[in-house]
């Protein structure tokens, strides 16, 4: 009996010196993922690098054309410069004016030209007034963007979020005309445009059903993709989903069954 409660004891011995050994290799696993992966850039005083994690490939580290003498990290990390290039994520922004070049958050930046989105310029941006809203939208003095598309807005004085912003399906109007993203609704009937939240971007007005920037009727290359629609009885049944007197129908596929 003295024996096999030595040999209970010693196999629970066992038992927690294997779980004891098991929880230090999940927090060196651990440690190794938090603290080994890293990324960003690293000046180590003869050379820039800037290092990063693949999923597939592991960690890189790679030198980049940069002056260690000059080399600046700018406050958000994702953007860096020398005395004469602009970086970010590691790669040469070409075009950007490093001199003038501040970064404003994450993925956006200013010089004395331009607003940046990442290392791609916001088109028809004018830098010296530039500014950040959100994670989506940006504005100068003449017009809004969203990431490095200008809405080309008709009246800027009266732009205003409607819903959704900051989000990444968001409605916004001037007054004049309503925008999905950086898509303009392309409705003259303004004052009775009915907007639908999480619809992937459908509105209707007393004439028209549009999706993004055209009438529902026809796919973004003008295809048409559903017949007549009736306007009387149109409805929004979910994202990108519709109905009317007639059917249920996709704005990409066009008429289908209702399924109830």
């Known amino acids: 009996m003295g024996m096999v409660l030595a040999v209970v004891r010693q196999g629970g011995n066992v038992g927690c010196n294997f779980m004891k050994t098991l929880q230090n290799i999940l927090l060196g696993l651990f440690t190794l993922t938090l603290f080994g992966c890293s990324t960003g850039y690293k000046n180590e005083g003869d050379a820039v690098y800037y290092e990063h994690w693949n999923e597939g490939s592991g960690q890189h580290k790679e030198k980049i054309d940069a002056n260690p003498k000059t080399f600046n990290i700018l406050k958000f990390d994702t953007y860096a410069k020398d005395n004469k290039f602009v970086f970010y994520q590691g790669e040469k922004i070409i075009g950007a004016d490093a001199k003038t070049f501040e970064a404003l958050g994450d993925y956006y930046a200013r010089d004395k030209n331009f607003g940046w989105y990442g290392k791609d310029t916001i088109k028809n941006s004018n830098g010296r007034t530039f500014k950040v809203i959100n994670a989506y939208y940006s504005t100068d003095d003449k017009d809004y963007f969203y990431e490095t598309e200008p809405l080309n807005v008709v009246d800027p004085q009266n ?4 819903y959704g912003e900051g989000d990444y399906e968001c409605w916004a109007t001037d ?8 898509y303009k609704v392309p409705s003259d009937d303004y004052k009775n445009l009915k907007i639908y939240p999480k619809s992937g971007g459908i509105s209707n007005d007393r004439y028209w059903a549009y999706f993004l920037d055209h009438k529902l009727n026809y796919d973004i290359e003008g295809k048409r993709v559903v017949d007549t629609i009736d306007i009387a009885t149109f409805l929004v049944t979910g994202y990108i989903e519709c109905r009317d007197k007639y059917s249920c129908f996709n704005v990409y596929h066009g008429r289908k069954k209702c399924s109830e």
């Open 159 to 162: 732009f205003k979020f409607v």
């Open 175 to 182: 007054g004049k005309y309503y925008y999905y993203n950086y």
